[in-house]
């Protein structure tokens, strides 16, 4: 096989594996997003039912995600990520089957935090980094937040439809059989690349310790946690801000986010592929900037309709680019070993901001009004913007594609083999794509070694 082939073969497999994942993610969360519209109306028909606990059954997905992403992500590194994606689906698909059976609220918050428990956000994110390479990594990240961003949207606008022909039982019926669709797509096409670093045996202690001291990883959770608490905090104030100070009627609510997310979207593109040409930490500083700039226009919008979807348009533009960079980055700046588990922290980070952003600013909303939400929010990512600007740089590893056809149940003595070279920190083996995937130090690598090993030149990508 070829340089050129190797090359051409990468981004066949790049793009079925991100295009999988996105759709795995994309059928999960539509499942969840549209109960969201409709659940404070049809939940309080339950038995049992009342604001507090319509609000626990709410909640308890996130708090179960928040706490679970960890330890997911964590035996991801271990047992692989395709095991752990697949057991995640099935946790989802049974919460859905409680919850849809269920004649009391309580039995629909045990429903609810068993979907929860099915944490593989951290995972999915981990094996998009695994299996695409650097220079196509910040885009396949955009793809699944895209495809989250694209199931939110379609949820807010079918959900309240389809709950008045299936009522809540037929939603949680449906959330289950989409995690079963998504069971199928994880099987035919994702892959179970076998995936080794020099570290991967690190104890629990010393490899959490790790993570946690990285100056760049606390920087980078630290603003997954801020995104989350402004987004969950405004999302406490807008809804009610269209309805009763802008007059939107209800109905109206999904076609602006509509277009301010397809907007957002499209303006969105020329910035990542601006952050794979001038790097993604001065595009990540444009993008903190641009959330801070749309959370004072929110404060200062007073009853301007037009005024409103300036400011959301700007937030969603900032916000969506901040999705697919995060990650992107926490992938690149994990070291070697201990990538699952350093997306666990990340997820936890963000989803422990989705409880802290919803509570703080419903207190600040009863108690000060929604400007001192926009700006309390604002003053957060002022902070924020602080720590991009100290943000130390990422580590300098290449990567290369090693074409290597080899049989797939050989693929764990071919990874073993390429760890022995000098140099080489991480290998992943493709048997099906005939590639191996390695990160290495540019300055210590055995480029003669791996060539022998392949037979071929080494494409570096």
């Known amino acids: 096989m070829s340089t050129s ?14 295009g999988a994942l996105a759709s795995i993610f994309a059928l999960r969360m539509f499942g969840l997003f549209m109960i969201l519209p409709v659940f404070a109306v049809f939940g309080a028909a339950l038995p049992g039912a009342t604001p507090f606990l319509i609000g626990l059954a ?27 994606i697949l057991a995640g689906l099935v946790l989802f698909a049974c919460g859905g089957v409680v919850a849809a ?42 793809a699944v937040g895209m495809s989250v961003g694209g199931a939110f949207v379609l949820a807010l606008i079918l959900g309240p439809l389809l709950a008045t022909w299936l009522a809540l039982s037929g939603l949680f019926w449906l959330s289950s059989l989409l995690a079963v669709g998504g069971l199928l797509v994880a099987l035919a096409w994702v ?11 690190l104890p629990l202690g010393p490899r959490l310790l790790r993570i946690l001291k990285d100056p760049l990883l606390l920087r980078l959770n630290s603003g997954i946690f801020v995104l989350h608490a402004v987004l969950t905090a405004c999302f406490v104030v807008v809804p009610g801000l269209l309805s009763e100070r802008l007059g939107l009627p209800l109905a109206r609510h999904s076609l602006l986010y509509l277009v301010v997310f397809l907007a957002s ?25 641009l959330l801070g700039v749309a959370l004072v226009l929110l404060a200062l919008a007073g009853d301007r309709l037009w005024w409103f979807g300036l400011a959301l348009f700007v937030f969603f533009t900032g916000f969506n680019l901040l999705e697919a960079l995060l990650p992107s980055l926490v992938g690149r700046a994990a070291p070697v070993g201990t990538r699952g588990t350093a997306l666990g922290i990340y997820s936890s980070s963000q989803f422990l901001g989705v409880f802290v952003g919803g509570g703080l600013g419903g207190w600040l909303l009863q108690q000060y009004g929604p400007e001192t939400v926009f700006l309390a929010a604002a003053a ?12 130390p740089p ?31 920190l991480e290998a992943v083996v493709l048997p099906e794509a005939g590639i191996a995937l390695l990160k290495v130090d540019p ?7 791996l060539t022998r090993l392949s037979g071929d030149v080494v494409a570096q990508v």
Do not use: C
């Open 5 to 18: 082939s190797s090359r051409s073969t990468l981004v066949r497999t790049e793009i079925r594996v991100t």
């Open 58 to 84: 709410v909640g308890a997905y996130g708090l179960m995600q928040a706490l679970l992403q960890l330890p997911f992500g964590m035996l991801s590194d271990r047992f692989g990520r395709k095991p752990l």
């Open 101 to 142: 059976t269920a004649e009391t609220i309580q039995g629909v918050i045990l429903g609810r935090a068993l979907q929860g428990a099915g944490a593989v956000a951290a995972v999915i994110m981990a094996l998009v980094a695994d299996v695409v390479s650097e220079q196509h990594r910040t885009r396949a990240m955009a």
């Open 191 to 201: 892959p179970n690349p076998a995936v080794r670093v020099r570290e991967a045996q």
């Open 265 to 289: 979207f499209v303006a969105m593109v020329p910035l990542i592929i601006a952050s794979e040409r001038r790097g993604l930490r001065p595009v990540m500083a444009l993008a903190v900037l």
């Open 380 to 391: 957060l990512t002022a902070g924020w913007l602080l720590l991009v600007f100290g943000m």
């Open 394 to 424: 990422l580590a300098k590893l290449d990567n290369r594609v090693l074409p290597l056809v080899v049989a797939a149940d050989e693929a764990d003595r071919w990874v073993n083999e390429l760890l022995a070279v000098d140099g080489v």
């Open 443 to 449: 300055a210590s690598v055995d480029e003669a070694a």
